[in-house]
């Protein structure tokens, strides 16, 4: 079935550090795929999404390519701030189905 | 403009008991879906709500319940509550021309005792 796997945390960084969280994606058809974050205590916040295939979704200073030749859609980012500290989650949706999320990333950024 | 809005924001019952939680969608938004969130773990799908129908269900008992309103408004009821069923509970708005694009809510804080 439909799956979304994404590296399993916590990640901690320095602050101005890169940033990298993987995130593979099983599906049947053609999803659209999406990253959110949630700070401490609150709900999910969307951060970018690709609609389909060599799409680069991007927000913040936060990116991500939709690779299907790898079943991919890895989060980067190039110098993380102490501010990004939340939790990730990268997620799918076909069309007309729900969202299938990731278990979350937990990062920590320290200055 | 209002975004996702959730009430209440937490709640604590004991086991046995029923629970109601609503949530208004995103102005423009005709489709709500609900999620649950265990602790550390990723938001798990409950049902998506459409012109007032349940279009779509994920892997959750007939304990779990829903409702949506002419003003796209909805309900999700929970009956005979278990400790299990302490969690986040997430509400997300869609436009159906884009609803893979969902924009949630605070969350409901449930706490089963």
């Known amino acids: 079935g439909n799956s979304v796997t994404q590296m399993e945390g916590p990640v901690t960084l320095s602050e101005e550090a890169f940033l990298t969280i993987n995130c593979t994606y099983t599906?049947?058809?053609?999803?659209?795929l999406f990253w959110y974050v949630q700070y401490p205590g609150e709900g999910l916040q969307l951060l970018l999404k690709?609609?389909?295939?060599?799409d680069k979704g991007s927000n913040k200073g936060f990116e991500a390519t939709y690779r299907k030749e790898t079943t991919s859609f890895h989060l980067e980012k190039g110098s993380v701030q102490v501010s990004d500290s939340a939790v990730y989650f990268c997620?799918?949706?076909?069309?007309?189905?729900?969202?299938?999320f990731g278990k979350g990333t937990t990062l920590s950024v320290s200055s | 403009d209002a975004g996702v809005t959730q009430s209440p924001t937490h709640l604590i019952k004991t086991r046995g008991q029923q629970v109601t939680l609503r949530c208004s969608p995103k102005?423009?938004?005709?489709?709500v879906s609900w999620y649950q969130q265990a602790l550390g773990q990723g938001p798990q799908f409950i049902f998506q709500?459409?012109?007032?129908?349940?279009?779509q269900r994920g892997n959750f008992p007939d304990r779990f319940s829903g409702h949506q309103f002419p003003n796209y408004s909805s309900e999700l009821n929970v009956n005979a509550l278990l400790l299990g069923d302490s969690a986040l509970y997430l509400c997300?708005?869609?436009?159906?021309?884009?609803?893979?694009?969902?924009?949630f809510g605070p969350g409901t804080r449930l706490t089963v005792l």
């Open positions: 997300a708005s869609s436009a159906v021309v884009s609803y893979n694009e969902q924009f």
């Open positions: 599906a049947t058809g053609y999803p659209s």
């Open positions: 690709a609609t389909k295939a060599d």
């Open positions: 997620a799918m949706g076909e069309a007309g189905t729900a969202l299938i």
């Open positions: 102005s423009g938004h005709d489709t």
């Open positions: 709500y459409y012109e007032e129908e349940e279009r």
